[in-house]
């Protein structure tokens, strides 16, 4: 049997002070194309996850991290790619998120994400986002 290649992937909740959560739109072309997401994207040779975290929440929204920890791992398969995300909790960043590759974003309250079209391997990220306030207090 060949072994399956999974896609490691470094996403970022990102935090307000507010407690708001922000989320893009991913484009209809990709994979799971319209569905909503946390920013992010793959790990790539060299990289260790966090440098590719800060990598991939630079280049998609223009932040700079300060302060991530890890969150939640979720090994997902969908027919058709299999994907281990591997998700951090970003509660400290500089500058102001902004997506930057033309797709709808915006700023929501954690329990309006049940709301949202996310990929189904998102579904526990949500439901735990919804569970740990203690966590989910902003940091000065
Ligand atoms: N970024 C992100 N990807 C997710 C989420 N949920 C989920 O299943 N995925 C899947 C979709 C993709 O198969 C994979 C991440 O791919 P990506 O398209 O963000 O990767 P990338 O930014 O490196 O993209 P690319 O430049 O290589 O096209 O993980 C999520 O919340 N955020
Ligand atoms: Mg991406």
């Known amino acids: 049997m060949?072994?399956?290649k999974r896609t490691h992937v470094a996403v970022g909740v990102i935090l307000n002070p507010d407690?708001?959560?922000?989320i893009s739109r991913r484009h209809a072309h990709l994979h799971q194309g319209n569905k909503w997401e946390?920013?992010?994207g793959k790990v790539e040779a060299g990289e260790d996850?966090?440098?590719?975290?800060?990598?991939?929440?630079?280049?998609e929204c223009n932040i700079q991290v300060k302060t991530a920890a890890p969150f939640t791992l979720i090994s997902h398969d969908y027919p058709d790619k299999q994907v281990l995300l591997d998700v951090w909790l970003v509660?400290?960043?500089?500058?102001?998120?902004q997506q930057q590759e033309g797709q709808e974003w915006r700023w929501v309250a954690?329990?309006?994400?049940?709301?949202?079209?996310?990929?189904?391997?998102?579904?526990?990220?949500?439901?735990?986002l919804q569970?740990?306030?203690e966590m989910l207090g902003a940091k000065g």
């Open 110 to 128: 954690r329990h309006e994400l049940t709301a949202y079209p996310f990929p189904v391997a998102n579904e526990i990220i949500i439901e735990r």
């Open 2 to 4: 060949v072994a399956s």
């Open 38 to 40: 946390f920013p992010g």
């Open 91 to 97: 509660t400290a960043f500089s500058g102001q998120p």
């Open 49 to 59: 996850v966090y440098q590719a975290l800060c990598r991939e929440l630079l280049e």
């Open 131 to 133: 569970d740990a306030p």
């Open 19 to 22: 407690g708001q959560v922000f």
